[in-house]
């Protein structure tokens, strides 16, 4: 069974423009969530998507937005991007969503902010 | 709200040495416990998880026990090897939520 799968590896970008993270879920996972992951900050929570909703969010400014399609997968935007959004972005997923459903992590898109 | 504190790092042990890493949390009621482990250059795998009181996780010869009366979830394993190094992170959700609070993670380097 094919793992959560993360495009692009890695990216860099200036700062003032937007970038598009893609995540695809494991086939059958419904639940899609972003972290972010920096050395100074630590993993934190973005947001959280189930059946095209979000539905939880993290204490993020209105910069990171993300969607999430009808075949479940799923991407985020940040727009005019900051020296600070350089970090490594993971996406996870699980079946349902639900606090007892372990999430299953991708290997992450590194993001590089000039 | 809800917060997860670990043990500092980074931790340097021989191998076969005996590990543990420290994992308290501060949640209300009764959250579920993760420990995930990043390897370099990856994303956070599952090590293993608790989801009440008393329960003991196990994989690859680590275990953790979640015990309600300490708030506690440390990670133990009886004899490490080289290739167990890596970044560990005990880690909760609460309240019915996706949300994982994550601790900081602890660097573990194991040497032959």
């Known amino acids: 069974k094919a793992g959560v799968t993360q495009t692009p590896r890695y990216l860099i970008k200036t700062r003032g423009q937007q970038v598009t993270l893609s995540c695809s879920p494991i086939?059958?996972?419904?639940?899609v969530s972003w972290y972010q992951q920096t050395p100074g900050q630590g993993l934190q929570f973005l947001f959280e998507y189930f059946s095209e909703t979000q539905r939880n969010k993290g204490n993020f400014p209105g910069r990171f937005s993300g969607r999430q399609f009808s075949n479940s997968r799923s991407e985020m935007n940040v727009s005019t991007l900051e020296l600070g959004d350089s970090a490594l972005y993971l996406c996870?997923?699980?079946?349902?969503?639900?606090?007892?459903?372990?999430?299953?992590f991708g290997d992450g898109t590194r993001l590089s902010i000039l | 709200g809800d917060s997860v504190t670990q043990m500092e790092g980074p931790v340097t042990l021989s191998e076969e040495a005996f590990l543990t890493i420290n994992c308290t949390y501060t949640?209300?009621?009764?959250?579920?416990l993760f420990w995930y482990v990043q390897y370099p250059g990856e994303g956070l795998q599952l090590l293993l998880k608790a989801t009440k009181a008393d329960d003991k996780g196990s994989n690859k010869g680590f275990e953790a026990t979640y015990r309600k009366e300490t708030t506690s979830f440390h990670l133990e394993k009886g004899s490490v090897q080289v290739s167990d190094s890596a970044v560990y992170f005990c880690?909760?959700?609460?309240?019915?939520?996706?949300?994982?609070?994550f601790g900081t993670g602890t660097r573990l380097t194991i040497i032959p």
């Open positions: 996870a997923s699980s079946p349902e969503g639900g606090r007892n459903q372990p999430q299953h």
């Open positions: 949640a209300t009621g009764y959250p579920s």
């Open positions: 880690a909760l959700t609460h309240g019915g939520n996706e949300k994982l609070t």
């Open positions: 086939s059958g996972h419904r639940s």
